[in-house]
């Protein structure tokens, strides 16, 4: 029995009964595309399954809450299924206090990942997950490793960018506390801020 | 009705177009480099030399007089500066010579709606493909908002720059497609970022190949490499926005293999394929000619001094008050 829970662009995500662990676990496969040539499509498939259980693995070694990875085989990953509330949601709908402490854990947690290199390319609050008072962080799919400061940079840059179409009544409490947060635990915080603050201001057809 | 004119790169277009949408003219002249890429300089003489001939032979096509005209629309950006600026020249002259309106229209809104009027689809997301943008547009809140675009260079560049390079004669795409017919797969990087896309170290890399590999292969495996990242952006626009249907506009939306991966995908995810015909898919005058009547109809009013040229022009700065 299949329950399938989402219909991504470019993965399904469903839930199966796994006997080894006697518990329901996340399977997420990454489907065909007809529009691809057969060589370049089981390229993709397979590079992006492998990379991002490697994310996820190495996030999760660091400290990071991420599910944890049961097997990675072909097109399918097997991992938790984390059950709580989206922060999409919960940050507006909380209130000050809790915005401020969940804001601040968001900057901990992406420094965290940003100091090992890793860089989760989808930074938006629909990728993060509160259970049991932690924030879980879902979907590296378009994750990748990284030593450069530009490319942590454009992570940011993306986590505000979404920040500012979801949550902009909050933007700038919200942005303020994940600084903090990120510069906690990264040494190189002020070296990345200022790269976005350079890409930030280089977007195609803006006002310089 | 109404008289365009089009020119922010390498074409000078004149269209005249009904307001119930009915093209009664579209003439234009291109301008194309012996060797290289657009110098702007020639491009701008090129320019003023055709314009007299272009609006005289739009005028003959829709058997009209000039005096039958009673709006002047014209592509005030983005584009190449000197070509904008000649286009305004020529419009705002029009404008005070006849005495009427003028409105001053962003030119990838343009492809947007020529596409929309002639392929004939209400909201779509639209891929956006030329020698100078590779844009993933979707309308939400009055807007036409970028969903995803290049972090470098266009597409349509990006095949360019490999012709030349591999010696093929300006414009490169037609004769890259028709070498890919005949080539097999060979890999190349492959670069998405979220919704970007990046070509140029595609680029980089198929030239470099050109030294080892067979011209064909290096065709074929670049147009479905770069095709295959625009569709999965495309892909993910949909599945984000939940639109119905999907546009292919701007002068690369002419190639056969885009618009079959597009169309493909579509079928895959349920959606409808609409592609803008061809004669309407590189730069034209009747798109500018379209839009501006759009704006004009909606009670869009512009004065003279308010038809500034805007290079940086993005379509998120305008107000679509022609759309719900």
Known sequence: MVEIIKRGAEAILYLIFDKTFSKKVLVKERIKKGYRIPELDEEIRKSRTRREARLINEARRVGVAVPRIFSAVGYKIEMDFIKGQRLKELLNETNDVQRAQLANQIGEAVGVLHKNEIVHGDLTTSNMILKDNKVYFIDFGLGQFSKRVEDMGIDLAVLKQALSSTHFMYLNKIWENIIKGYKNTNTNANTILECLDKIERRGRYIKR | ?324
């Open chain 2, 1 to 324: 009705m109404k008289v365009p004119h089009l020119n922010s790169g390498n074409t000078f277009g004149v269209g005249i177009v009904r307001d119930n949408g009915e093209i009664l003219a579209n003439t234009r002249s291109i301008y194309t480099p012996e060797k290289g890429g657009i110098v702007p300089r020639e491009a701008v003489a090129h320019h003023s030399e055709k314009a007299k001939e272009i609006v005289e032979k739009s005028l003959q096509e829709a058997k009209l007089k000039l005096a039958d005209i009673d709006l002047i629309s014209f592509a005030a950006g983005p584009g190449l500066l000197p070509c904008l600026r000649i286009g305004a020249v020529i419009a705002r002259t029009l404008a005070l010579r006849l005495d009427k309106p003028i409105m001053a229209v962003n030119h990838m809104i343009g492809h947007v709606e020529i596409g929309k009027l002639t392929a004939g689809c209400k909201d779509a997301v639209v891929l956006y493909v030329s020698g100078g943008n590779s844009l993933v547009l979707t309308f939400t809140g009055g807007r036409y908002r970028e969903f995803g675009s290049t972090q470098d260079i266009a597409i349509g560049n990006a095949l360019d720059m490999f012709a030349r390079e591999a010696g093929l004669k300006h414009p490169g795409g037609p004769k890259i497609e028709q070498l890919a017919k005949k080539g097999s797969w060979i890999s190349l990087p492959y670069v998405v970022k979220g919704c970007d896309l990046s070509f140029s170290g595609i680029v980089t890399d198929a030239i470099k190949k050109l030294k080892t590999e067979k011209l064909e292969d290096i065709c074929f495996s670049l147009q479905e490499t770069c095709f295959s990242m625009l569709t999965e952006v495309v892909e993910r626009a949909v599945a984000h926005t939940d639109k119905e249907e999907v546009l292919l506009t701007g002068g690369v939306a002419a190639n056969k293999r885009l618009q079959e991966m597009l169309s493909i995908m579509c079928k895959e995810r349920g959606a409808k394929f609409h592609v803008v015909p061809a004669e309407y898919s590189g730069d034209n005058g009747a798109m500018i000619a379209w839009t501006g009547l759009l704006a004009y109809k909606s009670g869009q009013r512009q004065k003279i001094e308010d038809t500034e040229i805007n290079r940086f022009w993005r379509t998120d700065q305008v107000d679509v008050t022609w759309l719900k």
